[in-house]
Each structure stands twice: as C-alpha cells, then as structure tokens.
C-alpha cells in the first residue's frame, strides 16, 4: 500500500480521530486500576493477553499486593499462581517482581512521571510506559502502539511499517501531539470493536469511506 505524503496523513488522521471520537466519546485504557502502580502492573500483564482476562486477574491480586514494595517482596511461585491465567506468567512474574523491586530502590515506591525513568524499569517498554504516562498523569510523550494500533495504521495507509517504534514515529509526525493518547485508544477501541484482525466489519466501519483497506474489501465483495 502505498503511503500519502505527511500532509495528506495528517488531515487524514484528523478525520479519523473525529470519526472515532464520535463513536468513542473519551477514549481511554480498559484496564482496570486506581493508581499508577496498578496499572504499570495490569499493563505488563496485558501482553498476548486480553483486557478482559487481565481484569478477571486484577482485583484479588491488588488486594494481596497493594503497594511496590509488597510486589517486591512477592514469592516469585506465589505470584505465578495469581497470575497464571494471563499467560507467559513465569516472565511476567519475574517482570513485575524485577520492576517493583527497581520503584522501591531508585523512586521510593512510587511510578516515575517521565518516559525515560519509565523505559529503565525491567518489563516496561515504550507501549506500558505511555499507556501509564497519558492514563494517570495525563502525559502524551508517544502514541501506544499495541496490536490494534499498529494493524490500524496500517490498513487505514498511516505507515507501512512493521517494527512498534517505527510505527510509533510515524504516527506521532501525523497526530498532534495533544491528542497521541486519545488517538491510540480510539484505534484499540476500534480494532476490537469492528476492524478486527481476521474479520474487520468494513461495511458497519465509520472510517469506511477514507480507510484504502475498507474500500479494496467492497470492491472484491463485489466483484
């Protein structure tokens, strides 16, 4: 697919966060959480898993660890067991131990507001940290690219990259840096909802009549 030039992307991408902004007024995160910490957690959690399954795991872990320091002194086999459901619980385990462990000695306990403390901690990347830094502190320092973003952008010709980052950056010269936070969730929202992986829902899409992936479906529906 052949991608615009950035002005042609840029007003595309505007239209596209007005059209989804209708169907999903204030877009926001689907993991549950009270709190930075809990939702650094739930977020690391949320690899090759669902939100929903996440949300099943959450409650009764926040009760049993509440603070970092109690993640931190977790027994790793404990841990697993509360998490097992999310899968790859083993690593995650170890992630979420190693990360907690990292708050307790270098920011007291607390989740650090900024990207570059945050990408330090063991199991965050780019995607966690941004998903923390525009939920609780209402920071947009990138665009969460999750699974749903990055399928997104692609069929809606936003880039035609592979790699998170480099979709990361494509979608960041696009999007206003005010709205990158608003803009990843109302994808995510979207890529569940009706442009799913396997079967996207193109003639239910509000984004239909701009999405080039949308109009090559109808055109071989038709033909």
């Known amino acids: 697919m052949k991608i615009p030039p950035l002005p042609e992307r840029k007003k595309k991408a505007g239209r596209i966060l007005t059209l989804l902004v209708k169907r999903y007024p204030r877009p926001t995160t689907a993991l549950r959480h009270s709190n930075p910490l809990q939702l650094l957690v739930a977020t690391i959690l949320s690899a090759q898993c669902t939100d929903v399954r996440v949300n099943l795991v959450t409650p009764a872990l926040f009760q049993r660890y509440s603070t970092a320091q109690a993640f931190a002194d977790a027994e790793q086999s404990e841990l697993e067991l509360m998490i097992k459901s999310t899968g790859f619980f083993r690593n995650k385990a170890k ?3 190693a990360c907690c462990r990292a708050l307790v000695d270098r920011h007291a306990g607390r989740v650090p507001e900024t990207m570059d403390e945050l990408v330090l901690l063991p199991g965050v990347g780019r995607k966690t940290a941004n998903c923390v830094l ?3 502190f209402g920071k947009n320092e ?3 690219v999750d699974t749903h973003v990055a399928r997104l ?3 809606l010709g936003l880039t035609r990259e592979a790699d998170p980052e480099k979709i990361e950056r494509d979608l960041m010269t696009a999007v206003p840096q005010k709205d990158w936070y608003t803009f990843s969730n109302a ?3 979207h ?3 009706v442009c799913n992986a396997r079967k996207p829902a193109c003639p239910e899409c ?9 109009k090559a479906f109808v055109k071989e529906f038709w033909s």
């Open 142 to 144: 990138g665009v969460v």
């Open 206 to 214: 509000a984004l239909k009549t701009i999405c080039p992936s949308a």
């Open 191 to 193: 890529g569940r909802n």
């Open 95 to 97: 992630s979420i131990i």
């Open 187 to 189: 994808l995510i929202l």
């Open 153 to 155: 952008a692609q069929r």
């Open 134 to 136: 525009g939920a609780c």
